[in-house]
């Protein structure tokens, strides 16, 4: 039973370039959300989806990010022109469904390295 | 939003019992109270989950007043394994509440030898 799944595991762009960043939830998880890590720091929300929906996107910047959960395949978390301000961690998490006592169950991260 | 305010490191050693305290004085009614535990280069992995009074589990107890404005996690025998950022959080119930969910700096905490 494979958990969340991440990928790249690092991520190195050159400035401008686009970086994209996948999830696979966990099997039977529907639900799944992008978080930011910067270090030191705790994880600040982006975006929170559902098959092929956007529910919740209030944590996600205004330019240049989007993200998508398609009918088939992973997420996508994508920054277009990256800059060096986007370097962090990026942690993608999924659950069952949006009810009560929810539980995030998260992957091993994408290390954005932008040069 | 459930806002948490918990020490920012702990120190400890092994074979020790330890407990991270949480306050969340403007938590809501129907919030639960979850702990996640995270390791360098890891995603935040969940640990406990209560809403009132005492839970227990294979991993640790979760101690949560009648007033609910506070929590402890409670880890028994510590070993250096359990290294790790705690995080205390509010978990709102309902649909589209994944925006409530706030993960504050975390207690770092490190247990010595």
Request: charged share 20%; with cysteine; proline share 6%.
């Amino acid at each position: 039973n494979a958990g969340v799944m991440q990928n790249p595991r690092h991520l190195v762009r050159r400035r401008g370039q686009e970086a994209r960043l996948r999830c696979s939830p966990m099997k039977g998880h529907s639900h799944v959300y992008w978080y930011r890590q910067l270090p030191e720091e705790g994880l600040k929300f982006m975006v929170y989806l559902q098959k092929e929906n956007i529910i919740d996107e209030s944590g996600m910047p205004k330019e240049r990010f989007s993200a998508e959960f398609p009918k088939e395949g992973p997420s996508i978390l994508r920054i277009q022109q990256v800059v060096r301000g986007d370097s962090a961690a990026y942690f993608c998490a999924s659950s069952a469904g949006a009810g009560d006592q929810e539980k995030l169950f998260f992957g091993s991260g994408t290390q954005l390295s932008v040069l | 939003l459930a806002k948490t305010t918990q020490p920012i490191s702990m120190d400890s050693y092994e074979g020790q019992e330890v407990n991270i305290t949480c306050s969340h004085n403007n938590i809501a009614t129907n919030d639960y109270i979850t702990w996640y535990q995270q390791f360098p280069s890891q995603g935040p992995r969940f640990i406990i989950q209560g809403y009132k009074t005492k839970v227990t589990n294979e991993v640790a107890s979760l101690f949560i007043p009648a007033d609910r404005k506070s929590s402890t996690l409670s880890l028994p025998r510590v070993s250096l394994s359990d290294t790790a950022v705690y995080y205390c959080l509010g978990s709102p119930a309902g649909y589209s509440s994944a925006s409530k969910i706030i993960f504050g700096s975390g207690t770092r905490l490190s247990i010595r030898p």
